[in-house]
């Protein structure tokens, strides 16, 4: 069965770090890009980070540039979303997402929350 599942979240003080994992399992994760999403009460799921397949050209929401670094292990079936200088309004379940067409993958998520 694929899956993906999420962890490494919770509560952190402002300016504090977090080191998010998503691991893969039940399909060939290697074959596509991974990417982060985050959502909050009331909002939008927001686009935060992508992982391509080979390149190692990541790509960021302009909220989480030069705080955010995603990276991926796929000798491990895993990406990563080391974060850095969080801010309250990081707070948010955060999800990985992996496109291996044509099929999409989602976790279950795993919640950030930046307070002091």
């Known amino acids: 069965q694929a899956q993906l599942v999420e962890s490494g979240g919770g509560l952190v003080q402002p300016g504090g770090s977090l080191r998010l994992s998503c691991v893969a399992s039940?399909?060939?994760?290697?074959?596509?890009?991974v990417r982060w999403y985050r959502e909050a009460p009331g909002k939008e799921r927001e686009f935060v980070a992508r992982?391509?397949?080979?390149?190692?050209?990541?790509t960021y929401a302009d909220s989480v540039k030069g705080r955010f670094v995603i990276s991926r292990d796929n000798a491990k079936n895993t990406a990563y979303l080391q974060m850095d200088s969080l801010k309250a309004e990081d707070t948010a379940n955060y999800l990985c997402?992996?496109?291996?067409?044509?099929?999409?993958?989602w976790g279950q998520g795993t919640q950030v929350t930046v307070s002091s």
């Open positions: 039940g399909f060939d994760f290697s074959a596509g890009a």
């Open positions: 997402n992996v496109l291996v067409w044509p099929n999409d993958y």
């Open positions: 992982f391509p397949i080979t390149a190692d050209d990541p």
